[in-house]
């Protein structure tokens, strides 16, 4: 326990002195909210990466790979292909230079100097002070609760810590703090990761003895997940049953698509000074992230063969069901101590990148975006608002921690990206791209995919639907597809991610809406395209 706290201290005095770093170098709006616009690319892809990857998707995620299996490195594809190739290459270059050209500051910023719109840039900034707590609520569960299991410190008293330690620095050093410590973060994640897959496989007696002793552990699938449509870990599930629909459009299509709409993510675009140095992130990015999520996937569907070899049951049934234990609960009986005091740093670091970017966004869009643009406040402006919009963020994600029930992390992380892809995808990437969509057209667009979105999780996705109540309150039944014939195609909607639906919605009327609206102005768009 010694050597734990000791290394924990030492971790701790080279962040803090990170955020010390990026607190004496930010002397102005542009070095707290975008580090300056001239971030080195190696920091920039580790701290883009570092915020990608989280507690949420390593102990979340890698749980969730424990119940459904490897059919959850597709989303590794998809984190690779869109997560960093489409966002590095076609979403970031044109963000940096239309940022530079319209001066903004912050992703709803961008939305609203593009459309000239301060609804816009407040509509957003709402949208993501609202949401970005639960998000952020999903990584402090995971490090509170492998602080509890690691170290045996009450889950309470970990969150309010760990929460205390990350204000102190997101508040005083903004985005250049921010970004320090997730590059040093970041690596020490990957060496973490790394000795956790070389290690898995060594148990196994190698790759292949290892995959072969997963897929015939399927007969041991639990009869409720046999019953969802699961035939086994490496075989998947039957194409179109509940739990394949919750396995490819919640986990796979809703966070895989959703991050191209990050505002955390997309803000990292503007901190760069060129387009090469956005080319060398992609390298950097790409070699982190498949580290991170593939090796998070492959030991999560792995620690059932482990587990059921040294104690005859299998991952889900050791945690007793939460799923969120199953990552932590691996690290402390199956991998030597000296490497459970490496994982829980990591995991210190990656919930600390995350939780950090997470609270900055949320203080900003309240701050800069709704308060001062949006709201068009008259009163008080500057840094000082905008670190109270830090402040009351890390207050609310405090209190969603507190209460949000057991098993959540991978399924809130899917609801923020999905809302997010939603309300915002299609007005970004059409205002990057087409010249004709309008200010009406990107209006219409965010408030008409948000509220599709929320309509289907407040009256169709039972897994929401049912724990918020209002459906059952309203039409005495917990979703309104509950009832339908089972197998049904509305049936089966209670099982498929709104944003199936919801972003489709979205892009037409994008579309629609701008064909038949007052087109922009002429010397706005040249401005707009100035850089491009």
Request: charged share 10%.
């Amino acid at each position: 326990m010694t050597v734990k706290i000791i290394l924990a201290l030492v971790y701790l005095v080279v962040v803090f002195y990170l955020g010390y770093k990026g607190w004496r170098e930010t002397r102005q709006a542009s070095d707290y909210m975008l580090a300056g616009r001239q971030m080195n690319p190696f920091v920039m892809a580790m701290s883009y990466g570092a915020t990608f990857i989280s507690t949420s998707a390593i102990i979340g995620f890698g749980g969730a790979a424990a119940l459904f299996g490897f059919p959850l490195l597709w989303l590794t594809f998809l984190n690779i292909f869109v997560g960093i190739f489409i966002a590095m290459v076609f979403f970031g270059k044109r963000t940096r230079r239309m940022g530079v050209a319209l001066d903004a500051h912050t992703f709803p910023e961008l939305l609203g100097r593009r459309f000239q719109s301060r609804f816009v840039q407040g509509f957003a900034g709402l949208v993501i002070f609202l949401f970005i707590p639960i998000y952020a609520a999903a990584v402090l569960i995971g490090i509170s609760r492998m602080i509890e299991v690691g170290l045996g410190v009450n889950y309470y008293v970990a969150l309010l810590v760990f929460v205390a330690i990350l204000a102190f620095y997101v508040i005083t050093g903004g985005l250049k703090a921010v970004m320090y410590t997730d590059a040093f973060q970041g690596s020490l994640m990957f060496i973490m990761m790394l000795i956790l897959i070389i290690a898995t496989y060594y148990i196994l007696g190698g790759v292949t003895d290892a995959h072969q002793a997963l897929t015939d552990l399927a007969p041991q699938m639990p009869a409720k997940l046999k019953a969802g449509g699961m035939l086994g870990w490496t075989q998947g599930a039957v194409p179109f049953s509940p739990l394949w629909l919750v396995i490819y459009t919640t986990i796979i299509y809703g966070v895989g698509i959703g991050v191209l709409a990050q505002p955390q993510l997309a803000v990292r675009y503007m901190t760069v000074a060129s387009d090469r140095q956005l080319n060398r992130a992609v390298l950097f990015g790409g070699i982190f992230i498949i580290i991170m999520t593939g090796v998070a996937f492959v030991v999560g569907a792995l620690s059932n063969v482990v587990f059921f070899k040294q104690l005859g049951k299998i991952a889900v049934a050791v945690a007793g069901g939460n799923i969120d234990k199953i990552i932590p609960l691996y690290i402390t009986r199956v991998m030597p101590d000296w490497y459970e005091i490496l994982f829980l740093l990591g995991m210190f670091a990656a919930a600390m990148s995350t939780l950090s970017s997470q609270f900055h966004v949320g203080g900003t869009s309240l701050g800069r975006d709704f308060y001062e643009k949006g709201f068009g406040s008259r009163g008080r402006t500057g840094l000082g608002v905008t670190r109270a919009g830090v402040g009351i963020t890390i207050l609310i994600t405090v209190i969603w921690g507190l209460f949000l029930p057991p098993s959540i992390i991978a399924l809130a992380t899917a609801f923020f990206f999905g809302l997010c892809a939603a309300s915002f995808l299609p007005a970004y990437f059409l205002g990057l791209y087409w010249k004709g969509m309008t200010r009406a057209g990107a209006i219409v667009s965010m408030v008409g995919g948000f509220a599709t979105s929320f309509f289907f999780l407040l009256f169709v996705h039972t897994k929401e639907s049912a724990a918020i109540g209002l459906c059952q309150a309203v039409f005495n039944t917990p979703s309104l597809a509950a009832g339908a014939a089972k197998g049904s195609g509305w049936w089966l909607l209670q099982f498929t991610d709104p944003n199936i639906i919801a972003l489709p919605v979205s892009f037409v009327l994008a579309v629609a809406v701008s064909w038949f609206t007052a087109k922009s102005d002429q010397d706005h768009l040249r401005l707009c395209w100035r850089n491009l």
